[in-house]
Nanobody, 119 residues
Framework: QVQLVESGGGLVQAGGSLRLSCAASGSTGSRNVMGWYRQGPGKQRELVATVSSVGSTNYADSVKGRFTISRDGSKNTVYLQMDSLKPEDSAVYYC?????????????WGQGTQVTVSS
């Protein structure tokens, strides 16, 4: 089992910054992918950014150049630094861990943290 606890959401003005954290506990394995996803009102959940256990990153086009994902292996924590925030970034942000289980992979999700960007 893997538990994910997000923190760092809140209310910020457009152009501001926030940093989200996701602390993982449990059997995360050595080859995993951690990521952030978001879901705005009336929208489907979408990818924001992912980072692999070897540091490879992937970003949604809408956040490239503004958001940075990173991870601290010693703390088993992944971060999302969000700069130049826009009102359209407002959403519930979810942490996801894709963890090897035997020959397969399993997805775990956090409870989500609200990010609201005012114009």
């Amino acid at each position: 089992q893997v538990q994910l606890v997000e923190s760092g959401g809140g209310l910020v003005q457009a152009g501001g910054s926030l940093r989200l954290s996701c602390a993982a506990s449990g059997s995360t394995g050595s080859r995993n992918v951690m990521g952030w996803y978001r879901q705005g009102p009336g929208k489907q959940r979408e990818l924001v950014a992912t980072v692999s256990s070897v540091g490879s990153t992937n970003y949604a086009d809408s956040v490239k150049g503004r958001f940075t994902i990173s991870r601290d292996g010693s703390k088993n924590t992944v971060y999302l630094q969000m700069d130049s925030l826009k009102p359209e970034d407002s959403a519930v942000y979810y942490c996801r861990a894709t963890v090897p289980v035997g020959l397969s992979f399993y997805d775990y999700w956090g409870q989500g943290t609200q990010v609201t960007v005012s114009s």
